[in-house]
């Protein structure tokens, strides 16, 4: 009932026309740059960052809310019409919705991706709702110890054990933790891996590396094979609407699909690339007409996008009651949080519950609001599509630079800007996953204020992280999620078993 | 390398391992010219020391990676276009940092990286990005009260 009395609350925030404009513009971008091939989620809030400090807070935030759902709506899009997914989550739509598109079925795949983003993104978004205050409740109680051995869990799960290579995924991590390293430190005032340089005592600015690993670093990857990768744009052809059948058939795999997506993105796992994939399978596994698997069945589509919303509505949990992001564009509206001094978790349902259940009630809206505009406009966004790569690419780099300077004004934050895309660029060629070193640049320092506030109540006895039981646990946890993966390798040979 | 029937060492693998241990080495000096304040923990040198230890487990697993040839397979690639991306920003960077302002530099980057993927217009494309330069310092500067460093042309407007 509480959750109730607090989500009316909220939809009295977000109704306020100001909010609904933010969260119109929100999904709308969202939606565009999803659909771009080259630009996530995670870019556009990053982008976003610099130009919207002086905006407010409750607005802006839900303006990214509205972008990262938009963003999932978008790239379903992408990946119908020209099989290269823009994120990974999209893979699983692509496989079949592509064969759809083919196959001139292209406006079904595209609707019953639209309506199961919505059916599941509206159903995750009520479990957020009525799961936030009990975990709030549960968190209140967390002392730093706890805190610090969450954020290992979180470490662990984003980049070891749902990757392909947990070796890998832990180097990309242990880049972001060093680069968090760098700059004053709070407590003591001493300088880390600043070698003199000014602009590096306020630390590396996430926005920056952020723009530079996912705008530089693609622009540099993308241009670089070129001559081995050619798209290839599939017209939407025929009617646009479900039949009877597509119905019959798409329910079933929206409602799954949410039971798999929500859960898995709740959990501070992160990515919603293994429910997707899970779906898929499930659906392969039930369906009435498994010839039609890899020629074109909407439960395929069905089932991974209704999962890939559950998802992303799901990183929203942990992100809101804990402060725990757990995936690239999660990291990025922490950062957002904090621009503005925020710092999610059950504090700020304390603090500020008009902004949290704003903020959440808006996501309902912004849901509705794509679902509205989506399967009206998709000839516009298809538009977007037509775009020339060159001028696309280069779009994106002048953005880019531009909000990295309007953020701070000085050469080297533009020296910083290229050495991060050098970064991403080698870490696509050589498959090392991007998000981690997000995380672990915007977690790590705040991991290491928690950690040393414990030692300190324990003067110093690193055994105070054994002897609170939740910390214990967690810790316990993150060990079995870091050791699983070297042992079961079950999931990367999954995947290669569905392609 | 998953082509040839014998795996193969990775020599990029290994330089990765390398760097690594170096980036682990760097840290670990840092961490030894910071001063301990509180008598009972190591305050400031925990993170340092956990980050190095856990790079150079990394620099090993990563090394043992590419003995083993477990990189994924990698396509050729085409330098042309990174050196015509990178020399784009580094012109920008340079043109900023002399204060020649963001705009020309700008125009050059978008002439460049559309070069790169492709596009054989480059004067064209150099005014497409000076009249996108001009929109978004006027959105910026203007609209958003943002600042951007002003060389001769910006100081117009």
Request: aromatic share 8%; proline share 6%; glycine share 10%.
């Amino acid at each position: 009932m509480e959750a109730f009395v607090s989500l009316a609350n909220g939809l009295s925030v977000a109704i306020q026309p100001m909010n609904l404009l933010f969260a119109l513009i929100g999904v709308l971008l969202g939606t565009a740059v999803g659909v771009l091939p080259g630009i996530g989620p995670a870019l556009t809030v990053a982008l976003l960052l610099p130009i919207t400090f002086k905006l407010d807070p409750a607005g802006s935030i839900i303006m990214f809310a509205g972008i990262y759902y938009g963003g999932m709506y978008g790239g379903s899009t992408t990946a119908i019409l020209i099989n290269t997914p823009g994120e990974s989550a999209s893979m699983a739509t692509a496989l079949e919705g592509n064969k759809m598109a083919k196959a001139g079925r292209g406006g079904p795949a595209l609707a019953t991706a639209a309506i199961g983003s919505f059916v599941a993104g509206t159903i995750a978004t009520l479990g957020l709702t009525f799961l936030a205050p009990y975990l709030v409740d549960i968190a209140v109680s967390f002392g730093p110890e706890d805190y610090f051995a969450l954020m290992c869990v979180a470490f662990v799960t984003v980049s070891a054990t749902f990757g392909d290579s947990p070796v890998r995924g832990l180097t990309s991590l242990a880049i972001g933790l060093l680069l968090g390293l760098i700059g004053i430190d709070i407590l003591s005032g001493q300088s880390r891996l600043s070698f003199g340089v000014p602009e590096l005592y306020d630390n590396i600015e996430v926005t920056t590396l952020a723009v530079g690993l996912f705008a530089v670093g693609e622009a540099l990857y993308v241009a670089s094979r070129r001559h081995v990768h050619e798209e290839k744009l599939e017209a939407v052809r025929g009617s646009l609407w479900m039949t009877k059948e597509d119905w019959k058939r798409s329910w079933k795999p929206w409602l799954r699909g949410t039971a798999f997506g929500f859960p898995i993105g709740a959990l501070p796992a992160g990515g919603a690339e293994i429910p997707t994939f899970l779906s898929y399978s499930t659906e392969k596994r039930l369906t009435k007409y498994p010839d039609e698997f890899g020629k074109g069945a909407i439960e395929g589509v069905a089932g991974p996008e209704a999962a890939n919303n559950a998802a992303a509505a799901g990183t929203l949990v942990p992100l809101l009651t804990l402060g725990l992001p757990t995936s690239a564009t999660a990291a990025m509206m922490l950062a957002g949080f904090q621009q503005y001094g925020l710092n999610p978790g059950p504090l700020l349902f304390a603090d500020q519950p008009n902004l949290v259940w704003g903020l959440i009630a808006s996501l309902f809206i912004a849901n509705a609001m794509l679902l509205v505009l989506n399967l009206p406009l998709v000839g516009l966004w298809v538009k977007l599509l037509a775009i020339p790569q060159p001028w696309l690419y280069a779009g994106i780099l002048v953005f880019a630079t531009m909000g990295t300077i309007a953020a701070n004004p000085s050469p080297v934050e533009l020296i910083m800007l290229t050495i991060f895309g050098v970064l991403g660029f080698l870490m696509r060629r050589f498959d090392f996953p991007i998000a981690p070193v997000v995380v672990g640049l915007i977690l790590g320092p705040i991991a290491e204020s928690q950690l040393r506030r414990a030692l300190s109540i324990s003067l110093g006895d690193p055994m105070v992280l054994m002897q609170s039981p939740i910390s214990a646990t967690l810790l316990v946890i993150a060990a079995i999620a870091l050791i699983l993966p070297f042992f079961l390798k079950g999931l990367s040979r999954f995947k290669a078993v569905e392609d | 390398m998953s082509t040839s029937p014998r795996r193969r060492v990775d020599v990029a693998g290994l330089a990765i391992a390398l760097i690594l241990l170096v980036l682990a080495g760097i840290v670990w000096w840092d961490m030894t010219k910071l001063q301990i304040l509180s008598p009972y923990d190591l305050g400031p040198k925990v993170m340092p020391i956990v980050v190095s230890g856990g790079l150079v487990l990394l620099a090993i697993g990563n090394a043992i990676g590419a003995l083993r040839g477990d990189l994924p397979a990698r396509d050729s690639l085409d330098w042309t276009p990174i050196v015509l991306i990178l020399g784009g920003l580094a012109a920008l960077i340079i043109l900023i940092a002399v204060g020649g302002g963001f705009m020309i530099g700008t125009a050059l980057l978008f002439a460049t990286t559309s070069t790169a993927f492709g596009r054989r217009a480059f004067v064209t494309d150099f005014i497409i990005g000076a009249v996108i330069a001009v929109f978004v310092y006027v959105l910026f500067a203007k609209l958003l009260t943002l600042s951007l460093p002003a060389g001769p042309l910006e100081r117009l407007f």
